[in-house]
């Protein structure tokens, strides 16, 4: 392959460009998914309010509605809530939030299920059962319940307060610890596949190590299935936060994702003040839907069925 | 065929003595059964003499066996936040549940499987392209955001439906029913679509991508050399072998819509047992915690069985009757 | 043998193409042949040159994107390439049958037998249930299924691989076709099986005075079957003629090379013939005759004129070696592959 073109060149001309390139719908996500991505991780520098500390709200501010609107304010554009919140900047933090909850929890399961995927599968036995077996049962309960029993045993092990303190990282373990199964069962049939094959055996021979030679060829294999996986977790990674949230437990409102800042609006909607809780409304919906989009595309860019 | 139900059988008891197992952990050992039955300032001696009393200080393995004997018998204990029994708590909770599940089902098969068979025959139609794209935000957006959806559109903004709450119920013995009057079912109309409208994206999904492999079979393509008809081949063949594979699935998630019925409990005030559950995560109520994980359990479990039982009924394959030989 | 001169289908310069991303690909390349009424044609050719799809677009049934975009088909004289979807429908089954390779799923596995049967029977003919199922029955016997009574309402994976291309033979005769065009009928069977399919499909096709267009890349089922064999290369018809003709007395360099590399009983050999060099894709077909670059006689000509069936003996060939004007200056194979 080395014939002097650069990868550059060869990544555009390739199938997979072209059929992104030739799908506007999945371009259109795609710049909407950098669009959101963008705005959330500037949020510090882009906000033009901060609205999560407490020394710069004044409750005159409180419940003003988009600026559009008779008595809006155009330095809150899209209203605030009863607090004094800018609805605005807390929507360019919560999602932030939740796209680092989403993307650390995929990375958890990711881990977690490739782990227990690679040693079920090559240490086979009674390991391989134990493990199956709690997959089974884990998949028969949606991964929302999952989530929610994970978090409500943490809570029973450590005060409401702390709780609240470390509640990213908890809620990235249980949407994380919800989503392993699948990548644990396709690594592990891929790695009994491979156990099998000859070069492992002869490896076991020579003395090489045929756990590294296994992950060097189980690896390559089950980087198509995985991904495609990984973006339909996504998306559910981030809905599964923002549910929790939305809950109430989730992530607190000290520290609001999308979910939050949605549930936070949702007991002022009854009084009329909507625009606390539409406009994260529309933001997560944006985002998954892009998400969904761009999932889509891959899956079929990757299924060599369509080709 | 009779050795297949065993094994079944076999396999559910297997998958509720482990739901049992987690349940029982978290009931005998992150909660505290003490508190759940004696206030705060009880004299240690008497907590010890109760430990005592409730085989609390037996070894595991029998605690273990107590605990799937009370279950077996639908004793829980009490709830840490009520001091109720919790069984009572459930039983009570139970039937809004399942109606509202019930209804949001009928829902999603009822358009989700015509829509799907439709797309699928006719994928290059704009409606089907249509239904697709709408199918696409049905399964982006969060259930809580649909029911959100649906009740400033319906609820606050025209007035047409309630916006939370059962409604009005009638009793017959321990259940409570909605479907007695028309308020009644009023109430249950936004909460079953926004129960139902994720299972309707999905049933609409697998029933096309179904219908797509179906109509490019050789058997497809047999039966249109035979020069059938073609609502012989739609509705005849095709989708009957569509219909097939996806009765598990389906089967399936209408379980878990039991499950998932907890979000839209919350968002329309619905008493059912998911907004119990979630009530009880935000106490960690343990014993609540426990006793909704094995009423889920054993749910699921029954569904999974007669989901397999179907699946014989429906596919010749796999009644085992022996092949005749023969050139 | 035929009993009148009218040939009961007629193809005349049928082009398929597929409009592919990177252009479009032409598959079957200006075929033309007939086939009188009761007579076998064996299509005979390498997997890719073209055969399958012709018979697929004789039924009617090409898969999208690929389509006819010239030519003409006709059925007893009426064309039948440009019928609307219903007025084929009604065509296939009641006047072109056709078979496919692999029985086991050819067959919907839901439903029984005579379910599929009767069904097939009703849709063509006027009967009611119990005649049809009466038929049915009927059929099953007369392809060879001991035990018809019985087993007229078991389900497909019942039977074994023999029988089930037994059943679909007599779906495909269900109702009295003229033609019958069969895509690879033994190729997925056991080899002890196939004999006993092909003898089969013989006697019926004889019994029934039904033409058959027999597809497949076995010579021996055709030496056995057919009365005239039509050797498809790269989406042309290189020779067409007798059975026996073109067997003993192969007239197109490519046909010559086919029947060298098969082994016979009773003849030693040291070596069997094997043509350099593979087909070419449909992508990089070369100019002139396609077959050139493995020909050792080829000539200039061949390199830029494209031949089309001229007569050779009592077959006809696509090969300028049996045109007056020869094939030009000789110009050496290239050895390599390409």
């Known amino acids: 392959m080395a014939d002097g073109t650069s990868w550059l060149h060869r990544a555009a001309d390739s199938d997979i460009w072209w059929s992104f390139k030739s799908s506007s719908l999945t371009v259109l996500a795609a710049v909407v998914t950098v669009f959101i991505v963008l705005a959330a991780f500037l949020s510090p520098v882009l906000a033009p309010h901060t609205p999560f500390d407490p020394s710069t709200l004044s409750l005159s501010d409180g419940l003003k509605p988009p600026a559009w609107m008779a008595d809006g304010d155009w330095s809150f554009v899209l209203g605030t809530d009863d607090q004094g919140r800018d609805v605005l900047s807390s929507i360019m933090y919560g999602t932030r939030l939740s796209l680092v909850v989403g993307f650390a929890s995929v990375v958890v399961s990711l881990v977690i299920g490739i782990a227990l995927g690679l040693v079920s599968g090559y240490v086979g036995g009674v390991t391989d059962s134990i493990i199956m077996r709690i997959a089974d049962v884990q998949l028969t309960f949606p991964a929302i319940l999952v989530a929610l029993l994970i978090d409500g045993v943490v809570r029973g092990l450590i005060s409401s307060q702390r709780h609240d303190e470390i509640a990213p990282f908890v809620i990235i373990g249980a949407i994380g610890l919800s989503f392993w199964v699948q990548y644990a069962r396709t690594v592990r049939g891929s790695v009994m596949v491979e156990k099998n094959k000859e070069y492992v055996q002869a490896a076991r021979v020579i003395g090489l190590s045929p756990v590294l030679i296994m992950v060097r060829h189980v690896l390559p294999n089950v980087t198509g299935p995985v991904l495609v996986i990984a973006t339909i977790n996504l998306a559910l990674a981030i809905i599964s936060e923002a549910t929790l949230s939305f809950l109430g437990v989730g992530l607190p409102s000290t520290q609001p994702s999308l979910g939050t800042l949605i549930r936070i609006g949702n007991e002022l909607l009854q009084s009329g003040e909507w625009w606390i809780t539409v406009f994260p409304g529309i933001t997560l919906a944006a985002l998954v839907l892009a998400v969904n989009l761009l999932g889509d595309w891959l899956r079929d860019a990757l299924n060599p069925k369509l080709r | 065929m009779l050795a297949f139900i065993l094994r079944r059988l076999a396999q559910s008891i297997a998958v509720l003595l482990t739901v049992g197992l987690v349940s029982f952990f978290l009931f005998r050992y992150i909660g505290d059964p003490i508190n759940s039955l004696v206030g705060q300032d009880t004299p240690a001696a008497e907590r010890e003499a109760l430990k005592e009393k409730l085989g609390l200080n037996d070894p595991a393995p029998v605690q273990f066996l107590h605990f799937i004997e009370n279950a077996a018998r639908g004793r829980f204990g009490l709830s840490y936040r009520t001091s109720e029994p919790v069984s009572r708590m459930i039983l009570e909770r139970l039937p809004a549940t399942l109606e509202l599940s019930f209804c949001a089902a009928v829902f999603a098969l009822a358009v989700g499987i015509p829509m799907g068979v439709y797309t699928g025959l006719y994928p290059r139609r704009w409606s089907s392209r249509l239904f697709q794209a709408v199918s696409l935000i049905g399964i982006s957006l969060p259930t809580f955001l649909i029911g959100i959806l649906l009740i400033l559109v319906f609820a606050v903004m025209l007035h047409w439906l309630p916006s939370f709450g059962r409604g009005q119920t009638s009793t017959f013995g321990w259940w409570t029913t909605n479907f007695t009057s028309w308020k009644g079912l009023e109430a249950l109309i936004l909460p079953s679509i926004t129960l139902g409208l994720f299972q309707l994206t999905l049933i609409m999904r697998l029933v096309r991508s179904e219908m797509l492999e179906v109509m490019r079979t050789d058997y497809i393509k047999f039966a249109r050399a035979r020069g059938l008809s073609n609502r012989a081949i739609n509705f005849g063949h095709a989708l009957k072998n569509t219909l097939v594979p996806v009765i598990t699935v389906t089967g399936l998630q209408l379980g878990s819509l039991i499950a998932f019925a907890l979000v839209t409990e919350t968002v329309f005030a619905w008493p059912g047992v998911g907004q119990l559950f979630i009530q009880s995560v935000q106490f960690a109520d343990i014993p609540v915690m426990a006793a909704y994980l094995m009423l889920i359990g054993l749910l699921f479990v029954i569904i999974n069985l007669i989901v397999d039982l179907l699946y014989f009924v429906v596919d010749p394959r796999l009644r085992g009757t022996a092949r005749v030989g023969g050139h | ?338």
């Open chain 3, 1 to 338: 043998m035929a009993t009148n001169n009218a040939p009961l289908l007629e193809v005349k310069n049928l082009r398929v193409e597929f409009p592919t991303r990177r252009g479009t690909l032409l598959a079957v390349d200006d075929v033309s042949f007939d086939i009188a009424p009761g007579e076998v044609l064996g299509v005979v050719g390498e997997s890719g040159a073209g055969k399958s799809l012709t018979g697929n677009a004789i039924i009617g049934l090409l898969e999208p994107p690929g389509r006819i975009a010239a030519g003409e088909i006709r059925l007893e004289g009426r064309r039948i390439d440009t019928l609307p979807y219903e007025e084929m429908r009604k065509v296939r089954g009641a006047k072109i049958g056709a078979i496919f390779q692999d029985p086991l799923t050819s067959l919907n596995p839901l439903y029984s037998v005579s379910r599929q049967l009767v069904e097939t029977i009703q849709t063509h003919m006027p009967l009611s249930a119990s005649a049809a199922r009466a038929r049915a029955l009927d059929l099953l016997k007369e392809v060879g299924i001991p035990g018809a009574e019985h087993r007229i309402d078991h389900y497909p994976h019942q039977f074994s691989g023999g029988m089930r291309q037994r059943v679909v033979i007599a779906l495909a005769l269900c109702a009295n076709p003229r033609l019958i065009v069969a895509d690879e009928p033994t190729t997925a069977l056991d080899v002890s099986i196939q004999a006993q399919i092909i003898a089969l499909l013989k006697r019926l096709c004889r019994e029934h005075q039904t033409a058959v267009m027999l597809v497949t890349h076995d010579m021996g089922v055709i030496a056995e079957t057919a009365d005239r064999v039509a050797v498809m290369y790269a989406g042309r018809v290189a020779e067409i003629g007798p059975v026996r003709d073109v067997i003993k007395n192969a007239k197109h360099p490519y046909t010559k090379g086919l029947m060298g590399s098969i082994p016979h009983l009773g003849v030693r050999s040291d070596r069997l013939t094997q043509i350099d060099g593979s087909m070419p894709r449909l992508t990089e077909i070369p100019s002139g005759c396609a077959f050139n670059p493995r020909c050792a006689e080829r000539g200039e000509r061949c390199l830029v004129q494209r031949p089309d069936l001229m007569p050779a003996g009592a077959s006809r060939a696509a090969c300028w070696l049996h045109d007056a004007a020869g094939v030009g200056a000789p110009v050496r194979k290239e050895l390599a592959d390409a």
